[in-house]
């Protein structure tokens, strides 16, 4: 890890064989800018590259693919980003897609008690999608036309009051939910209409899955 990564992480960092406590990581990321170890127009390629996979390494292992115990990240991630110049011919979001989809279907499960995947996707989706879930808009400052999408909602407001911040009245607003209350891509969903020859039950498994 060291050769890759410019850190050696002590015993209490590592778990097992493989895994990483993302605390750890955190702490030292946080270390390096409080230290004024900052990466500029001098600083060596070499030790760009090892910043560079830090940082993704938290991004990915302890963000995207989190697992479920919330706490540790696998190294294996690192190989995955040994060649930083071919990351960007992989396929990380339908990879980010496939895994979120296998974790929510592994939380719906009877003796499941968690649920783990890149849960802030679905957040941002549940926002976009189902009106009654919604934050309130952002206002946009002067001058500002491109934000990342998820940053055009506020959270202020009242939590106590607000369906996004309480399960139960979550579980009641998704209990509830009519056809006009949901944001669907309806020419794509009109297609498999057609394609399934409007089967209801497939279009049904179809919205909701």
């Known amino acids: 890890m060291y050769e890759l990564t410019g850190w050696l992480p002590g015993e209490v960092a590592i778990k097992g064989s493989s895994l990483l406590v993302i605390t750890q990581l955190s702490n030292h990321l946080e ?7 900052i990466i500029d127009e001098h600083t060596d390629e070499a030790e760009v590259q090892k910043r ?3 940082y993704l390494l938290w991004l990915i292992g302890g963000t995207i693919f989190l697992d479920n115990t919330g706490s ?10 040994i ?9 990380w979001g339908a990879a980010a897609l496939s ?12 003796n499941s008690h968690d649920v783990c995947g890149f849960i802030a996707l679905l957040q941002v989706w549940a926002w976009e999608r189902i009106i009654p879930m919604q934050p309130l808009l952002r206002p946009l400052r002067v001058n500002e036309r491109d934000i990342v999408f998820a940053q055009k909602w506020t959270r ?5 009051s607000e369906a996004r911040a309480v399960l139960v009245v979550c579980r009641d607003v998704l ?13 794509f969903f009109d297609k498999k209409c057609e394609k399934y020859n409007n089967n209801r039950v497939f279009i049904d498994l179809f919205i909701f899955c």
């Open 99 to 110: 895994y979120l989809y296998n974790c929510l279907c592994r939380a719906s499960m009877a």
């Open 31 to 37: 270390t390096l800018i409080a230290a004024n170890n």
């Open 72 to 81: 540790l990240l696998s190294l294996h991630f690192l190989l995955d980003i």
């Open 52 to 54: 560079v996979r830090l």
């Open 175 to 187: 209990d509830n939910l009519t056809d006009d209350q949901v944001f669907f891509l309806l020419n």
């Open 156 to 160: 202020r407001g009242v939590r106590e």
């Open 83 to 91: 060649d930083l110049d071919a990351i960007g011919g992989k396929a």
